[in-house]
């Protein structure tokens, strides 16, 4: 018996060769236009046979879970149903789904051990009735596959994690985050198979962008759920708190780590100048919040210059693009004098 979408593909395959034969000759679109009609003709006359047999899938969904279990997998299946019929009863299959998902009671399934997996099976037999009543008047149904659906469960497991914002974020000019992007709730409660969770170390949410802000903000925001697991809460409250800056700068003296009680380590220059950004509600900061260093055991007497790189080890939270100059020094090493 011929399928539909072979029909469908032989039509398709009969224009290409037509088209091929009209680049070699002249008046192609006046060939073309009665090629298409005669197209659809010949397509319409074929569609009123009653020959046709073709596959389309009738989805299914368990419910009534135990509290206990989970699924593993998608609580959602489908079934593969052959049908046979007239062109026009079955092309609607095609064109849009004509099934409501069917919501099977788990708890009605008779279970099973297999290779050690306990799980619930359904056989595709005890259906037959009502799926083949859903099918439109002049529609068989041949037969489902598969005949025996498995439906693995094991033993639900809660973990706590944190929520993680994927978010893109742009600011208006002189306009930056005054403190840490906050979330309510920090963390949610997560339900699946003890090997699914595992895998898990935060819940993200779904990507969202903020353009050009220049004041705080707050959302909710939808959670992105991985799957086969459960989420306790599907939204949770981002707050972006936002304010213009000011740009400020400050000399703060260099400071020798790891050095030997009996040297002297001096640098040229003894300070580094840094610049940084301060939301205006911040006051601004003294040279004992910020710690320049350089470390002796980085010396290398046979290597010339003798440079050393700064780092800034401890500088407050609240403060944003932070540079500073320079970022080597020069230095000269003296013995103390003995009292």
């Not at 047999?53 to 149903?81: C, H, M, Q, W, Y």
């Not at 489902?144 to 994927?166: A, C, G, H, M, Q």
């Not at 210059?305 to 000269?332: A, C």
């Amino acid at each position: 018996m011929e399928n539909i979408k072979a029909l469908i593909q032989k039509y398709i395959q009969i224009i290409l060769g037509k088209t091929k034969e009209v680049r070699e000759g002249g008046n192609a679109f006046i060939f073309l236009v009665f090629l298409f009609l005669s197209g659809c003709f010949w397509v319409l006359n074929a569609l009123q046979k009653d020959n046709y047999t073709t596959e389309v899938s009738f989805p299914i969904k368990f419910s009534n879970v135990d509290a206990n279990e989970i699924v593993n997998g998608s609580l959602k299946r489908d079934l593969i149903l052959k049908i046979k019929g007239g062109g026009f009863k079955i092309l609607p299959y095609h064109l849009k789904q004509q099934f409501a998902a069917k919501s099977i009671d788990i708890s009605n399934l008779n279970r099973v051990t297999i290779n050690g997996v306990e799980g619930a099976y359904l056989n595709s037999k005890d259906y037959y009735q009502l799926i083949e009543g859903k099918l439109a008047v002049g529609v068989e149904l041949v037969s489902i596959t598969p005949d025996t659906l498995f439906i693995p469960l094991t033993e639900r497991v809660t973990k706590s994690l944190p929520v993680k914002v994927n978010a893109s974020i742009s600011f208006e000019q002189q306009c930056q985050l005054s403190g840490a992007i906050s979330v309510v709730p920090d963390s949610i409660m997560v339900a699946g198979a003890q090997d699914v969770l595992d895998t898990m170390s935060f819940v993200s949410t779904r990507s969202i962008t903020f353009e050009n802000l220049s004041d705080t903000i707050v959302r909710n925001v939808l959670l992105e759920k991985p799957d086969d697991v459960e989420l306790t809460t599907k939204r949770i409250v981002v707050t972006l708190p936002v304010e213009p800056f000011t740009e400020a700068s400050i000399n703060v003296p260099i400071v020798a780590n790891n050095l030997p009680d009996s040297l002297i380590l001096k640098a040229f220059p003894a300070e580094v100048s840094i610049s940084y950004h301060l939301g205006l509600s911040r006051p601004l900061y003294e040279n004992d919040d910020f710690n320049a260093v350089v470390d002796f055991n980085n010396i290398d007497l046979n290597s010339l210059p003798r440079r050393l790189k700064v780092k800034i080890n401890d500088h407050p939270s609240q403060i944003h693009n932070m540079i500073y100059q320079p970022l080597f020094v020069e230095y000269l090493l003296e013995r103390k004098e003995s009292e």
